[in-house]
C-alpha cells in the first residue's frame, strides 16, 4: 500500500524516486528529505568515499503549500558532481570482473548492454532513492509515534557496549564518524578503519536496527510476516550479508526455557520480560521493540592487486583500484538500513488500519495555528 519506485545508475544524470500511497496533509520540505540525505553522503568523513556528492533532493510532484496532497510524491537527485574523467577509467577496465562486484552477473544477465560504469544500477549509489523513500515513509511514522534508528554495533572484531539505553543509541549514533553511540567503541573502531585504509584494504561489520513504538499485530499470516518482508528489505541492499532477528542464532545455543519471552500484565496490557524474539512472535509484532541486525560485507574496491579474468577476451587478468572508495561502507549504510525498515513497517501498518487511518492529522489549513 506504500511503494518506493526508483530508478538511476551511478553515472546517469539522476536518480528519480516515486513513493505511491503517500496519505494526504503530511507537511513535508526539500529540507526534511535533505536532512536523511546528508546522513549518507560521502565525502563528510576521512573513512568515507573523498567524492564530493551533495545529493541534493527537490521534491518535483505530489505537494502544494507544504503538505502532501495524496498524490504521488516525486523526487529528483540530480548526479551534479559525477565526473567524466571517473567514466573513462571505468571505460578501461569494463570487460574485467573486478572481484566482489557485480560485473560477472549482470554480464551473464544483461550481456553487452550492462551498464559498466561505476557498477550502473547495482553502485551504491542506488541506496539514496531508499533514504529519499524512506524519508517520506519516515514524516508518517512519526505521526504515529514510531521512531526508527541504526548504529554500528560491531567493526571488525570491535564491539560496542550492550548496556547502552535506547535514548543513548538514539542521541549518541551520529556523534561520531563510524556512527556508534557507544563513545570508546567507536574511536577504537575509527583507529582500526584507517589502519585498514592504509593497507589499501576496508572493514565490514554489523548494523543493529531498533524500531520503538510499533503496535501489535502488524504483519500477515504465514507469506507476508513482517519479519520476513523485512529481512527481504534489508537483505535487499548492497553489501548485506545476512540478517538477525532478537538473539538470532544466539538462540541455537538455549534451551527452550531459556528462549522464551515471559509475558506480564502492566498497566493492563500485555508486556514481555526479555526480548529474545526481536518483537516478532508468529512474524507478527508483539509490541515491543523490534530488534534487527545486518552483516555488512567489506567495501570491495581495494587498493590491493588481485587475480581476474577478462570477459571479452576470456583470459585472466590483474585488476588493481581504479577508483574511490570508501574504507567500510558501515556508517554510511545505518541511513538506508533505517530507510528500508521505515518504508517497510509503514507498509505493514497501511495494510492492519488501511490507508485512510494511518497519519490522520487535523486540516493542514490551520496548521499555522
Partial sequence: ?????????SYGKALMIICDGVPPGIELSN???????DKRRPGTSPIDS??????KVDIVAGIRDGFTTGAPVGLIIYNVDRQDIHVEQYRQVKDLVRPGHAEYTFFVKYGKFADWCGAGRASGRES????????VARKILEKEGIQVIAYTKELMDIKMRDDLSFEEKQGKRHNNDIRCPD?????????????????????????????????????EPVFDKLEA???KALMSIGAVKGVEIGAGFGLTKM????SNDIPYLEDGKVRFKTNRCGGFLGGISNGEDLVLRIAVKPTATISIDQQTVNMKEMKEATLGAITRRDPTICARINPVAEAM???????????????????????PWDADK
Avoid: W
Fill in 229 to 231: 518482508d523485512l529481512a
Fill in 1 to 9: 500500500m506504500f511503494r518506493v519506485t526508483a530508478c538511476g545508475e
Fill in 50 to 55: 573523498p567524492r564530493l556528492e551533495t545529493d
Fill in 128 to 135: 539514496a532513492c531508499r533514504v529519499a523513500g524512506g524519508a
Fill in 341 to 363: 525498515t521505515c518504508i517497510t513497517i509503514l507498509d505493514h501498518l497501511m495494510m492492519f488500519r488501511g490507508y485512510k487511518n494511518v497519519a490522520k492529522i487535523d486540516n
Fill in 255 to 258: 534451551k527452550g526455557s531459556q
Fill in 183 to 219: 563513545e570508546d567503541a567507536a574511536e577504537k573502531m575509527f583507529a582500526r578503519c584507517l589502519e585498514i585504509k592504509e593497507e589499501g584494504d576496508t572493514a565490514g561489520g554489523i548494523i543493529e536496527i531498533i524500531a520503538r513504538g510499533v503496535p501489535a499485530g502488524l504483519g
Fill in 31 to 37: 529540507e526534511s528529505i535533505q536532512e536523511e540525505m
